[in-house]
């Protein structure tokens, strides 16, 4: 994908300070950790990698094209399925600043996979990579099976809705204590209910929550 970049440009994203759809990275030492980044975008709402700026937004520069080449390694080798990416390098008041643009994926979800061999999906919340739930990623599977089944409200749909209506949030270890309701069953409605845009997952303290939408 071509795309137009200015340093002017770059230097008003750097003002905004790292967020949801920015990260800022001095240099790409490990392709495995950037392939997090890149999951974590791409599962969310796509987003950009600034490469050669320190957290404090201070421009030091790339010093070479090998993060290029960690960044490709990243998304070809340490992704699945490979998430869209393009490249570009941009001086900014001398120093090259390499942008990386990711796609949100329609095929979700696209995992980092860890040292060993193991694959992770994770999400972009605020300025951090946090891993998927396990409801997140029920929730994906529903999308890509595509069933277009609807929502019946029997006793145990109605049961939910009332606990999210007393308990802001509710979290999914508590909501299977109080229904004893396996583990596997709460996911896939708490799924189906965010699905249907009913339910919202909540991101506080380290924990993911689910409140009425």
């Known amino acids: 994908m071509d795309f137009f970049l200015s340093a002017s440009l770059i230097k008003t994203w750097i003002a905004q300070g790292e967020h949801q759809q920015q990260d800022f990275k001095f240099e790409i030492s490990d392709s495995r950790k950037i392939a997090r980044s890149l999951s974590a975008f791409a599962n969310t709402n796509g987003g950009r990698l600034l490469i050669g700026v320190k957290d404090n937004g201070k421009v030091s520069g790339v010093s070479s094209d090998e993060e290029q080449y960690m960044i490709e390694a990243a998304a070809q080798l340490y992704c699945s399925p490979q998430p869209s990416i393009s490249m570009q390098t941009i001086n900014v008041d001398g120093k090259p600043v390499l942008v990386v643009l990711v796609e949100e994926s329609a095929e979700k979800p696209v995992c980092a996979k860890s040292e060993d061999g193991k694959l992770w999906a994770y999400l972009r919340i605020a300025d951090e990579n946090i891993l998927a739930t396990t409801v997140h990623l029920r929730l994906w599977q529903q999308i890509k099976s595509d069933l ?66």
Not at 165 to 194: G, V
Request: hydrophobic share 40%; glycine share 2%; proline share 2%.
């Open 148 to 213: 277009g089944d609807c929502i019946s409200f029997t006793e145990k749909e109605l049961l939910l809705l009332e606990m999210l209506r007393e308990e802001i949030p509710l979290s999914l270890n508590r909501y299977c204590r109080k229904t004893k309701m396996s583990k596997r069953a709460a996911e896939h409605l708490l799924a189906k209910f965010i699905r249907y845009d009913i339910v919202e997952a909540s991101f506080n303290h380290h924990h993911f929550y689910y409140k009425l939408k």
